[in-house]
């Protein structure tokens, strides 16, 4: 190949790697399940948005929101989606990783008094609810999280593994009485 071939690479290959980089990070930030008060009947729902359709537009300078799926589906199947506008307002303040690690922030674990910081997304948080001892916060779908959080307490990872072995496998564990 010769210099124009490489400079005619160049000059097409640079924008288009920009645009591919640019459509990945629109991705990103619009990839997710969120939570949204309908307001139809004022309940939380859990939806997500179309995101191939909003990274496009977001690659030409323009906001544009559809939703691909919504809890309140089929019942309310092509309502005018008029919940977009608080998505439209605080695109990131309801996305459900967002909302989850807010919460989480600044408070312990309820077995070891670990204080959570940045949330470990491969070794997720969990929860302890009143009757039903611990379970991961992603077992709990989106409209109920509110409900949940609410009255639940927050489990690290390593504390949510041991409970679980406990309560699964009690003829594994050797309680150790006296030991700190």
């Given at each position: 190949?010769?210099?124009?071939?490489?400079?005619?690479?160049?000059?097409?290959?640079?924008?288009?790697?920009?645009?591919?980089?640019?459509?990945?990070?629109?991705?990103?930030?619009?990839?997710?399940?969120?939570?949204?008060?309908?307001?139809?009947?004022?309940k939380p729902a859990g939806v997500r948005l179309d995101?191939?359709?909003?990274?496009?537009?977001?690659?030409?300078?323009?906001?544009?929101?559809?939703?691909?799926?919504?809890?309140?589906?089929?019942?309310?199947?092509?309502?005018?989606?008029?919940?977009?506008?608080?998505?439209?307002?605080?695109?990131?303040?309801?996305?459900?990783?967002?909302?989850?690690?807010?919460w989480y922030r600044g408070k312990e674990c309820v077995?070891?008094?670990?204080?959570?910081?940045?949330?470990?997304?491969?070794?997720?948080?969990?929860?302890?609810?009143?009757?039903?001892?611990?379970?991961?916060?992603?077992?709990?779908?989106?409209?109920?999280?509110?409900?949940?959080?609410?009255?639940?307490?927050?489990?690290?990872?390593?504390?949510?593994?041991?409970?679980?072995?406990?309560?699964?496998?009690?003829?594994?564990?050797?309680?150790?009485?006296?030991?700190?």
């Amino acid at each position: 190949m010769g210099n124009v071939s490489f400079f005619v690479l160049g000059v097409l290959g640079l924008p288009a790697f920009y645009l591919a980089v640019e459509g990945v990070l629109k991705f990103r930030r619009v990839h997710g399940p969120r939570l949204v008060t309908c307001p139809a009947d004022g309940k939380p729902a859990g939806v997500r948005l179309d995101t191939g359709s909003a990274a496009l537009a977001a690659l030409f300078g323009a906001e544009l929101f559809h939703l691909s799926a919504c809890s309140n589906w089929p019942q309310r199947a092509g309502c005018a989606q008029r919940c977009l506008a608080e998505i439209e307002n605080a695109p990131q303040g309801c996305l459900v990783r967002n909302i989850v690690a807010e919460w989480y922030r600044g408070k312990e674990c309820v077995f070891c008094h670990r204080v959570f910081g940045e949330i470990d997304w491969l070794n997720k948080p969990a929860l302890l609810e009143e009757h039903h001892g611990t379970r991961q916060w992603s077992n709990v779908t989106v409209e109920e999280l509110p409900k949940v959080l609410g009255q639940s307490q927050p489990v690290c990872w390593n504390c949510h593994i041991l409970q679980t072995l406990c309560s699964r496998h009690p003829e594994m564990v050797t309680p150790r009485i006296g030991a700190e």
